[in-house]
């Protein structure tokens, strides 16, 4: 039997007999060996994500705006930057404010970039920095805040990469994606997943909802970042994600690139997106109703009301009608259907495939810009959700009428009914939609409608 120190001395021998083996290989295997330890090839993105990183910039903005006082409020915020205070009434105050986001350079000749409206909006400087370190001062061209998408130039910019659209109506769920953006001012960053959904809607993130939804990080700042497939096109533009505390959670939104870039032409055109509104009321198909009115299809939408005067009325279209399809793309949801015609170009022709009375029908449309079209000057608006409003004629005077509320509501609980008029709203006379829509657009206020019902004045409030 071996002893302990024998056994020690045994190991000793074999341990240095083995390493002295390795070293005194021929040269050759040696460099064998390396070659296949630094020369495979392991899957990677990072040629879609160099190929597509130029077009993506950064964007810093300052500007003004109204904030509701808040009692011992310090005046020094991030940055050390003071804040500036200006008296506008006994409740509101103008400050300075700093936005971080994201945009996508669409057109490199003439310094084209297009990014979300809540990152520019109320700016009066915006600083673009380039991928490559470049900042460029740059000026609005246009924005939407329906759709949450304006175009800003960049001023005297040369050697630019614009990123080419895909075409977003061929995304389907499960495709892998890539987001880029500029998430906390880190700079651009990529992140990966996949499409979790498409045709997302009824989030009130916007006013005309048609999301792509994917699980790919998408975080503050992001904002106005793109999402690209593996081709390194555009597919979507990242626009808000759903998170409980701010962070990313796997939940993100993004408009898809056709509406995109019919907004964008548009905007770049005009200065601004022309409006446009179907106006029908409807009710989105779904297997109870389907049963109900013995029809075999549960896609779709149920016209229940179809609005005076409107471009519906106009090309023919009547109540208890079913609108299956759209340019021969079937429709998911009435929120989504609604945005996509939101996004037509004026000279494009919508096909509505429509069953009535158990045939099938074909309807073409013209679309026309809402607020330069008399005959419909109706000038529907539906920013309040559950509301349809008019403008409508009472002692040669300008009204604001309540078209449509929709049953369960927030709008029907806290108490409008149809044919009310707003005779004010914080006791302000409101004549015309542009100041509906200024009081409207201020998030999280408190505002009191005074309604006129049956002679009787009702006093509604409600929170935007």
């Given at each position: 039997?071996?002893?302990l ?46 190929k ?5 910039v ?13 009692k ?32 996508v ?16 909006n ?17 000026e ?15 001023k005297?910019?040369?050697?630019l ?83 409980p505390?701010?962070g ?21 055109k ?35 009301e ?16 079913i ?8 429709i998911?949801n ?13 000279d494009?022709?919508?096909k509505?495939?429509i ?16 607020d ?28 604001l ?5 929709k ?6 609980k ?51």
């Amino acid at each position: 039997m071996f002893s302990l120190v024998n056994i020690k001395k045994f190991f000793i021998y074999f341990l240095f007999f083995s390493v002295s083996t390795f070293f005194l290989k021929p040269v050759s295997c040696c460099e064998s060996h390396s070659y296949n330890i630094y020369h495979v090839s392991y899957p990677s993105l990072s040629n879609i994500i160099e190929k597509a990183m130029p077009s993506i910039v950064s964007i810093d903005a300052e500007g003004t705006k109204l904030f509701h006082k808040k009692k011992h409020e310090k005046t020094y915020y991030k940055n050390f930057k003071r804040s500036h205070k200006y008296k506008v009434n006994d409740d509101l105050e103008k400050r300075y404010f700093n936005s971080l986001g994201s945009g996508v350079i669409i057109d490199s000749k003439n310094g084209y970039v297009v990014t979300n409206s809540h990152v520019i909006n109320d700016s009066y400087d915006i600083q673009v920095k380039l991928n490559d370190g470049r900042i460029f001062q740059s000026e609005v061209v246009g924005m939407d805040n329906n759709s949450d998408i304006a175009v800003i130039k960049l001023k005297d910019a040369k050697d630019l990469i614009s990123m080419k659209f895909s075409d977003s109506d061929y995304v389907n769920v499960g495709d892998y994606v890539i987001a880029l953006g500029n998430p906390y001012g880190l700079g651009n960053t990529a992140t990966y997943g996949i499409v979790s959904a498409i045709g997302r809607s009824g989030l009130n993130i916007e006013n005309y909802e048609n999301f792509i939804q994917t699980d790919a990080a998408i975080n503050k700042g992001s904002s106005g970042g793109a999402l690209i497939n593996l081709q390194g096109n555009l597919v979507g533009l990242n626009t808000a994600i759903l998170s409980p505390k701010g962070g990313n959670i796997g939940i993100g939104f993004s408009i898809p690139s056709n509406m995109v870039k019919n907004l964008i032409n548009q905007i770049i055109k005009y200065g601004k997106v022309q409006k446009k509104e179907l106006g029908i009321i409807g009710v989105e198909l779904n297997e109870e109703i389907s049963n109900l009115i013995n029809l075999k299809i549960t896609k779709g939408i149920f016209v229940s009301e179809v609005v005076h005067n409107s471009l519906a009325e106009k090309f023919g279209i009547k109540s208890k009608d079913i609108i299956i399809s759209m340019n021969d793309k079937l429709i998911n949801n009435f929120l989504s259907f609604k945005a996509e015609i939101y996004s037509m170009p004026l000279d494009k022709e919508v096909k509505l495939k429509i069953i009535r009375s158990g045939e099938i029908k074909y309807f073409f449309i013209k679309m026309y810009d809402v607020d330069s079209c008399d005959s419909y000057n109706l000038g529907l608006y539906n920013k309040i959700p559950g509301l349809l409003i008019s403008v409508s004629k009472k002692d040669s005077n300008n009204v604001l009428r309540i078209e449509h509320v929709k049953i369960n509501s927030y709008a029907y609980k806290v108490g409008f009914r149809k044919n009310d008029i707003i005779v004010n709203i914080n006791n302000n006379i409101i004549y015309d939609l542009t100041k509906l829509d200024y009081i409207v657009s201020k998030k999280n206020s408190l505002s009191i409608f005074c309604i006129k019902r049956d002679n009787n004045d009702i006093y509604i409030f409600i929170r935007f």
